[in-house]
């Protein structure tokens, strides 16, 4: 038995990571997209995978991303394992009807004689300084669409596990890939990934007990940033990283807000028909008697992405989170 | 350092070569649509391809008749007949091998029964207990396709994972004159050039799409001419002359499985009936275009070249006939049993397991369900 | 004076009448779309607009709905008022990113100096027996996408109302007529239309003490038949027409509410994700303290809409809204 | 009766007549790039149209510098240069008349600038202040659009709607080799055919989308080529050849002035900068690939014709790159000014009245900020 000295990892290489072994794994994965053959993709996650496995494994399609999809819904009908990657979130909108309209519905369509095993990575979210139409959060349009797993991961393990999970899943996963936790870091030992949990269950990343902040992908660092805080503020916060938005961990997410009868959803996507939307009202719904306070949400404003300089007052920070679970009501504290 | 100041180093060699990246001109159509009945190419058609056709023409005339009678008895929510189109959607089945895929659009229940889907599970969607009525891979034909000109990435898709994978596959898709406005269609043939994919569109041109004429919908000099655009090879072709469609599509299929990549048909053909039994064709075309129309019938064409051929005899026909009729027969008796329906299905197959919220869901239904049945079985006005 | 008879109108008809007037009253109205010339489209609501007005203003498209669309985005451009029909639901999905990148951001992007009056109507729901794709209700998609009005009518009159405010309006507005009340008769004098009341009015279409139904577009007949049918059990439930999702009246539907304390959103539309998590959250974050129980959804299942056989077990039905109702914790009642 | 019965009454008339809807001949692009500077029609060519062209090259040429050293200052988030593509920027600014209108996407700020947008407008979207830094009706400019391909049919509905007025206006729309692969492109092309809207697109094929080659982008003999699908003529033209370029525009104008309709214009050219600062060019091309295209360069074809036909001499073109030097100084000066922010920009202009959602959201942020500026007012450690 070697022991594996554990080195920090981006999660951009745990993905990459991911995907090597996806492909190395099974055969009939297949990697298409824009720019992911010879560049290795624009955020590099594809880095390398077309000269280890072949122009054919790793294909740079043309630039449209109906035809990336929908030709990948062909594949899968023959029994590939396309794994798709959109390269920002604003460009997988003209794919919009091949999700909605086939990718989602086949399975149902066909009694389950013709399941599509498609992974489709859409880096999302903004804090990049990205210009116009590359840091829009499109995970409400997802959730809205059954016949779709949502999954994001918020950690270089998760990615990584998450990302196996997604591929190995026969139904379309839209995989959601927060851009701005790229580079983040994490001891994290690619030739010893940790076993990887299936798809659909939330995890509490700090335990706490007067509130329980619920967030995903890139707000959780801001919420553990947050739970920080509120500390001197006398708050104890817990804090659930959902993971999978569809389907959802009411389990996980209910027994949190049970014990700590307080509740804020935070994320970066507009919060009109966003997801804190449908999560407090489901939590309120399982909920309603051991609520002290109504759920809150922080999210983004209700706005158009804004531009480079001015997404700091639009992306939820550590202040409008306290802010919030300022709200929540203390003097009706038991 | 800008350019300008290269200028001392300046050599005027010859600026990069450009190159046609293929040749233009063999990818252009015929200036007429390709026939063989009627004409001295007719001479050469296998006796018993046409024979073959004339059946299957035949009874897919019946069918198309059969089926939109079904509408009027409620037995199909609506039928988009094909009548007029017949010699399109036979020849698109027969010219497949066995391991080859057709891709059908919402109007070609018949090219899906021509190549061996059970009519009663064609007309599955269309008379509303599901979406697709039969398995795609019995007979390698993909679901019924209603979002137009979506199907042609799949059939690409496929064929290229097909040859990916080292099989013998070709894939045919269907499409209408008013699908080739999509920009689904655009990216469909240009990923299938680029990837010099097993693949043949053939675009049904029916003159309409619905109400809109082909003068609304294009300015092409044919839609065939798109073919150049992607580098492939553009066919025009009679569709109402089966022989003529067959061989265009005989001959496209075999350059996809050599290896020689896609091709792009244009079938000029007609919808004789309205777009569907809801729609009222005389708000949008003159009863005359239609009768001319009729007089270029695909199943007149053929016959006419099989009796002055004497290939058939009033008995063929007749043999024709009755075995469509038979056919329809058969048709209308089972589509007058009512299908099977389990609400529960609402639920099947939405993923490979439900999830925990369709769970509840499912179980909710369940029990509305079961209060119902109780309801119903209890006797009338009052407790059991 | 002339005293007009008033006689009964379909909302397909009030519609009509409303294109026909807008194109009267502002030769920068045009109509566009697939079959919306000659045929007057596939539901006749652009029926003789073409004859009366010519090709140029009612003008049948080629068939591409981004095309349709993104050139209406160029005529607004320049200052024309383009109302596009999108032929059914899922044939909007095409336009989804002209819709989502340019549409709605337009306005916002040019900081007020190309705004997009641009209407576009589109024919949702099911309960029609449509097959496969023509019975999508798409409405949470156009929620969560800023910078869009998001506008349904419910009724004859303001069929006719609301899509005179919509053309009228100089801002994108999403027209969402509900197709199984195109048939929908109401008294209406077309030649004395009602006063045409401003986008993001609810409106209270019957008053109750017990519990509040908040619902819109094509649900609005169910519930009112279900308050109806509530009256045998006891309760007398309010009826909360919304009318507008975008801009949403808070305070209509929150007056409501606090009056009742109990609340039900029904919508057609799948329930996760869907309007109602939105509806519900917003209630509940503005209403705490005056609810004896969470707020409940009633909703389409999270499946792709079935099949014209199934969809009534599908649909949000009178039992289904009673159900919901009867768990609003009456032994809480004061 | 289906037709089948009618066979007595068939009378074997002609298939109905199918008619090319356009002739495609004229529609095809030459086999070669038109090229004016070095060959005889250079000689017809107007000698202050060069000088201009010239002039307004050398400063295009100097702009993107100037904008690519701004990027490693920080003074711009982002920037695509056009460097070696100048002649297409420039000639399709130039060849518009004052109440036409110009479609740009990302990279072709330099377009813009060449119409008379101010050059701190146009970046802009790149600096990241605001998304677009210019009143679009001011120069007739749209917005620098980003998602590729959907500028194709808003340049198509404006031309459609000047039309329905009466007005003499055209849109000249730019796209890449790349762009040319999306639906958008296809059905922008389409209905600018079928309503012959006076519209021109000008497609920069430089041979590259970021990594993507045009091996892998397209099959087609030319993007010229796909003209002929749409029934519009296509030009192949050298990109590099500012008088080429210019020469093919301005009959394509001419033409869709004259209610001739769309024209579809492929420019051949090279990006000798990488795709933008981001992008590292060495993953995807050669060094030497990039040398030929420097030899190649617009500038220099056209100094060479200017010298040679003297045209210009030494101080003409010191004058050239004097008056680019102190563009781009009053560039860099402006640029290196901080841009007025405003946060609460974040709700202005999402609707024409905020709704009641963003007036609360509005009031959140406003009072943030207000305990902002009263925590940074405070004197360090204390109460005041
Ligand atoms: C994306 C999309 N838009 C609109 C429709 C509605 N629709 C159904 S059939 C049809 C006309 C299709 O014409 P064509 O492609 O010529 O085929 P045909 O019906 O003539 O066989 C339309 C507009 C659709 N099914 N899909
Ligand atoms: C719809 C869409 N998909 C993807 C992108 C990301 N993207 C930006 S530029 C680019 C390459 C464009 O290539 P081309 O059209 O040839 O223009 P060029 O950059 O060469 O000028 C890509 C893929 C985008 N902007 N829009
Ligand atoms: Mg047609
Ligand atoms: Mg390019």
């Known amino acids: 038995m070697t022991t594996v000295a554990v080195k920090p990892a981006t999660m951009a290489q745990a993905l990459t990571r991911a995907l090597r072994d996806a492909l190395a794994a099974d055969p009939d994965v297949h990697v298409l997209g824009e720019d992911v053959g010879t560049l290795g993709g624009v955020f590099r996650i594809t880095d390398g995978l077309a000269k280890e496995f072949g122009d054919h494994r790793c294909t740079d399609t043309p630039l449209a991303e109906a035809g990336i999809l929908g030709t990948a819904v062909g594949m899968a009908m023959y029994g590939l394992r396309p794994v798709v990657e959109m390269q920002f979130d604003a460009f997988a909108y003209p794919a919009f009807e091949q999700l909605v309209s086939h990718v989602c519905r086949m399975r149902n369509r066909t009694r389950g004689t013709m399941p599509l095993p498609i992974t489709i990575r859409v880096p999302y979210g903004g804090g990049i300084g990205g210009v116009e139409h590359h840091s829009d959060s499109s995970e409400a349009y997802y959730m809205a669409t059954p016949g779709l797993h949502v999954v994001t991961p918020a950690t270089v393990a998760d990615a990584y596990g998450l990302l196996r999970q997604a591929i190995a899943s026969d139904d379309p996963v839209v995989f959601l890939e927060p851009k701005r936790l790229y580079w983040s870091k994490d001891a994290w030992n690619p030739d010893d990934p940790p076993a990887v949990e299936p798809i659909g269950r939330a995890v509490v990343r700090r335990s706490g007990r007067s509130a329980t902040l619920i967030t995903y992908g890139p707000s959780l660092p801001v919420c553990l940033e947050a739970a920080e805080a509120a500390r001197e503020e006398g708050w104890d916060l817990e804090v659930v990283d959902l993971r999978s938005l569809v389907p959802f961990d009411d389990e996980t997410v209910c027994a949190s807000v049970r014990r700590t009868g307080r509740a804020v959803v935070v994320h970066e996507s507009g919060g009109f028909g966003g997801p804190g939307g449908e999560i407090a009202a489901r939590v309120t719904e399982r909920c309603f008697h051991y609520l002290e306070a109504p759920v809150l949400r922080v999210a983004g404003f209700d706005v158009p992405y804004p531009p480079p300089m001015l997404e700091r007052y639009h992306l939820p920070g550590v202040d409008r989170i306290l802010d919030a679970v300022g709200r929540l009501q203390w003097e009706a504290e038991r | ?384």
């Open chain 2, 1 to 384: 350092m800008t350019v300008m100041e290269q200028r001392g180093a300046y050599r005027p060699s010859p600026p990069p070569a450009w190159q046609p990246r293929t040749d233009p001109t063999p990818l252009l159509p015929d200036t007429t649509p390709y026939r063989v009945l009627g004409t001295e190419a007719a001479a050469k058609a296998d006796p018993a391809l046409l024979r073959r056709l004339y059946a299957e023409l035949v009874r897919g005339r019946r069918y198309n008749a059969q089926a939109t009678a079904l509408t009027k008895q409620g037995r199909l929510a609506v039928y988009p007949s094909s009548t007029g189109q017949e010699a399109c959607e036979v020849a698109a089945a027969l010219v497949l091998q066995e391991q080859d895929w057709l891709f059908p659009s919402y109007r070609d229940t018949l090219a899906a029964v021509a190549r061996g889907v059970d009519p009663v599970q064609a007309l599955t969607l269309l008379r509303g207990d599901w979406h697709t009525g039969y398995d795609p891979h019995a007979h390698r034909v993909a679901p019924l396709c209603t979002p137009l000109a979506t199907q042609l990435p799949h059939a690409v898709g496929l064929a290229h994972a097909a040859r990916l994978k080292g099989d013998d596959v070709v894939a045919l898709a269907l499409v209408g004159d008013g699908g080739t406005s999509e920009g689904d269609f655009h990216e469909a043939l240009n990923f299938a050039a680029v990837w010099q994919a097993p693949v043949v569109f053939l675009v049904q041109n029916n003159g309409f799409a619905i109400s809109v004429p082909l003068a609304k919908q294009t300015a092409a000099p044919s839609l065939a001419h798109k073919a150049v655009g992607y580098g492939m090879p553009g066919r025009l072709v009679d569709g109402n002359d089966a022989a003529a469609v067959h061989e265009v599509l005989a001959d496209a299929v075999a350059r996809a499985r050599a290896g020689g990549g896609p091709t792009l048909v244009e079938a000029i053909t007609y919808r004789l009936d309205a777009h569907t039994n809801a729609d009222d064709a005389t708000r949008y075309r003159e009863d005359a275009e239609v009768e001319t129309w009729r007089e270029h019938d695909p199943i007149l064409l053929l016959e006419r070249e099989l009796t002055a051929r004497g290939l058939i005899d009033e008995d063929g026909i007749r043999a024709a006939r009755d075995d469509a009729e038979a056919f329809a027969a058969d048709l209308r008796t089972r589509m007058n049993q009512d299908p099977h329906l389990d609400p529960m299905d609402l639920f099947a197959h939405v993923y490979a397991e439900p999830t925990p919220q369709l769970r509840e869901q499912q179980a909710l239904l369940r029990a509305e369900l079961e209060a119902e049945a109780e309801l119903a079985a209890e006797p009338e006005g009052g407790a059991r």
